[in-house]
């Protein structure tokens, strides 16, 4: 039995994906698209005030750079870590043009929310609350949540996505949770 091109990229690292990408293999490709982009949207459309709209857009324009640009890709990085650290740029960017880095609105939709997909009611709405209070918060502190807490990133990553000490990657952290804690315990005693 022969293994497919398409089958032989499920098995291979990210990294050498990239490789491959640039040697022009779009198998390869559609591999790293199929790996990132939900993980892609989800992020652009907690960063950019839940703008499925927006999120599809930027989720684009990141896979486009890769594919017209894959010798960008820093070798001497884990590939997470450096798309990341792109889809964070993207969204300091827009940020920036916007002049908005803060106070985003939530619009109510949470096609993308799938964190709380395999809970009861009321952890969902738990799980919806916490991650609508990122939207109170400024980009490098929403970033950092998303990434440790949605990503699984350690905080070592974070802290190359964003540029960070870890040091300061912890106090983000720390002081993120202490917001959204304030926050919920806020909206439970109104």
């Not at 996505?161 to 926050?183: A, C």
Request: proline share 1%; net charge negative; hydrophobic share 30%.
């Amino acid at each position: 039995m022969t293994i497919s091109k398409k089958e032989k990229y499920k098995k291979i690292r990210d990294e050498d994906l990239m490789v491959a990408i640039h040697q022009g293999e779009t198998d390869a490709f559609d591999e790293l698209y199929d790996r990132y982009q939900k993980r892609l949207l989800y992020y652009f459309y907690r960063m950019l005030g839940n703008s499925r709209e927006k999120a599809g857009d930027f989720l684009q324009d990141i896979f486009m750079k890769i594919i017209e640009r894959p010798d960008q890709f820093d070798s001497s990085r884990r590939f997470c870590t450096w798309l990341f650290s792109v889809a964070h740029n993207m969204c300091k960017n827009e940020y920036r043009r916007l002049s908005v880095r803060k106070n985003v609105s939530y619009d109510g939709e949470t096609d993308y929310q799938d964190a709380a997909d395999n809970h009861d009611e009321e952890n969902r709405q738990l799980a919806e609350e916490i991650f609508n209070g990122l939207n109170d918060l400024g980009e490098i502190e929403k970033t950092a949540f998303l990434l440790y807490y949605r990503e699984d990133f350690t905080v070592r990553d974070i802290g190359q996505v964003l540029n960070l000490p870890e040091g300061t990657v912890k106090s983000k952290l720390f002081y993120t949770r202490k917001k959204i804690s304030e926050r919920l315990h806020l909206k439970i005693k109104d």
